[in-house]
């Protein structure tokens, strides 16, 4: 699959890299393509990866996986004219200074996006580990849980393929306006890892009997 991942951070690095180590055809996408930092990031994924802006990228890619803080995300969303038809992916958490919420209630982040990117098929996944999770999902051998909603079986489709291609065990929570209780699930691995101290080594696992 040919998949764009805009931003260049903890996360876009972290699944563009496997992604691109899995072969599949990842463009990362930065405001500096030519930055010490984006080759690096090359170098570590190998033959068939690009770095490109974000217009070219939009253009070039079906699968669109949003990784930037939150606080970028609306001006990246309007940099590009058309959404129509794309897969947007959308890993962010809309936190807000001291570990808050910006977005909650009868709203979520990801509706959020889907408004701003009209006419693409937004799904709401890898907000609720950390990044390293996303390299290595697996604890002492078993999978750990990647959550999912969205409105778009099709696109969910893809991004359970994604996940599970990574070595997540996929939990599809339901329509996108489930993003209101997958971005507060983020703020408790977030209180668990950081604010309290267990540090990054923590992942959720769905178990069923
Ligand atoms: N860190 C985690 O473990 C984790 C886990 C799950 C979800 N998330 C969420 O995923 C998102 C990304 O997290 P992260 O830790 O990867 O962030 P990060 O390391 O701060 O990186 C975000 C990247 O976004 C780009 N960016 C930053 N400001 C921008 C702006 N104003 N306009 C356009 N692009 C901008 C930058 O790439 P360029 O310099 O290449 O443009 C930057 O490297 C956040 O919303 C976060 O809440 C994070």
Redesign the pocket.
């Known amino acids: 699959m040919r998949i764009a991942l805009?931003?260049?951070?903890?996360?876009?690095?972290?699944l563009g890299v496997r992604w691109a180590q899995l072969g599949h055809e990842v463009i990362?996408?930065?405001?500096?393509?030519g930055?010490e930092?984006?080759q690096k990031i090359l170098a570590e994924a190998g033959a068939g990866v690009r770095?490109m802006r974000?217009g070219e990228a939009a253009a070039a890619a079906p699968i669109i996986v949003?990784?930037?803080?939150?606080?970028?995300?609306q001006?990246?969303i309007g940099s590009v004219p058309d959404w129509s038809g794309k897969i947007v992916i959308d890993?962010?958490?809309?936190?807000a200074p001291g570990f808050q919420l910006a977005v909650s209630g009868d709203n979520s982040?990801a509706e959020q996006v889907a408004r701003w990117a009209a006419g693409a098929q937004v799904v709401k996944a890898?907000?609720?580990?950390?990044?390293?999770?996303?390299r290595d999902p697996i604890y002492n051998g078993e999978a750990t849980t990647m959550f999912i909603c969205g409105d778009s079986a099709e696109a969910k489709a893809i991004t359970s393929q994604l996940a599970e291609a990574l070595g997540f065990m996929v939990a599809d929570v339901g329509p996108l306006t489930a993003a209101r209780y997958l971005e507060p699930l983020?703020m408790v691995?977030i209180r668990l890892a950081i604010v309290q101290g267990r540090g990054?080594d923590i992942a959720f696992r769905l178990v069923q009997r």
Request: proline residues 6%; charged residues 10%.
């Open positions: 805009i931003g260049t951070g903890n996360v876009g690095q972290a990362f996408v930065t405001r500096d393509p930055s930092k984006v770095a974000v949003l990784a930037t803080p939150w606080n970028a995300v001006s990246v890993a962010t958490n809309p936190i982040g890898f907000n609720t580990t950390g990044a390293e999770n996303m983020a691995w990054r």
